[in-house]
T-cell receptor
Framework: AQKVTQAQTEISVVEKEDVTLDCVYE???????LFWYKQPPSGELVFLIR??????QNEISGRYSWNFQKSTSSFNFTITASQVVDSAVYFC????????????FGTGTRLQVFP | DTAVSQTPKYLVTQMGNDKSIKCEQN?????MYWYKQDSKKFLKIMFS???????INETVPNRFSPKSPDKAHLNLHINSLELGDSAVYFC????????????????FGPGTRLTVT
């Protein structure tokens, strides 16, 4: 069975601090795909990134970076120099390769960035 | 310009009523989904449709019935509403059918907050 664990329920930081959100996953599939979504206080879900299981390159997009390590089944998300607008709930998600596979979400990490 | 839209945004109703939530996407996608987010923010898929055909039917009470009149719409009908149905319901769509397709991602609507009293 597939599972995504986000052990950090809530994180609070002060603006300009760096923060890392952890994501650990379990799957029996050899091919799978990982995602991060952001849910700001307004409630919508915003896609941030998709990563294929066969691509372990780390990715950087502005202040956001992702560290994918198959050896530890982790796909962690780091925000550098956090800003108040980063305050949101962040979800990590996993799906297998088939159209009948379901996008499995973690329980989310609530990030609060204080000015 | 809205990609995935849902109506209504808020829905307050009494137990036992029947209600519908509408979803439309203007992205030209073939696959659409319904998710439920409970009070603890846990997100779980309910259904997926591809070209009006049901693909995923998760363990959902049969009081919930999705209906896809065309591939741009996936509506959710809920009969005999119960207190436990209170949640935020998200519609989503994806261009690609298989997650292995290179540009696969799910675009989510703004959500419908259903409150059953």
């Amino acid at each position: 069975a597939q599972k995504v664990t986000q052990a950090q329920t809530e994180i609070s930081v002060v603006e300009k601090e760096d923060v890392t959100l952890d994501c650990v996953y379990e799957t029996r599939d050899t091919t799978y795909y990982l995602f991060w979504y952001k849910q700001p206080p307004s409630g919508e879900l915003v896609f941030l990134i998709r990563r294929n299981s066969f691509d372990e390159q780390n990715e950087i997009s502005g202040r956001y970076s992702w560290n994918f390590q198959k050896s530890t089944s982790s796909f962690n998300f780091t925000i550098t120099a956090s800003q108040v607008v980063d305050s949101a709930v962040y979800f990590c998600a996993l799906i297998g390769p088939y159209n009948t596979d379901k996008l499995i979400f973690g329980t989310g990490t609530r990030l609060q960035v204080f000015p | 310009d809205t990609a995935v839209s849902q109506t209504p945004k808020y829905l307050v109703t009494q137990m036992g009523n029947d209600k519908s939530i509408k979803c439309e996407q203007n992205l030209g996608h073939d696959t659409m989904y319904w998710y439920k987010q409970d009070s603890k923010k846990f997100l779980k898929i309910m259904f997926s449709y591809n070209n009006k055909e049901l693909i995923i039917n998760e363990t959902v009470p049969n009081r919930f019935s999705p209906k896809s009149p065309d591939k741009a719409h996936l509506n959710l009908h809920i009969n005999s509403l119960e207190l436990g149905d209170s949640a935020v319901y998200f519609c989503a769509s994806s261009q690609d059918y298989y997650p292995r397709d290179s540009s696969y991602e799910q675009y989510f609507g703004p959500g419908t907050r259903l409150t059953v009293t």
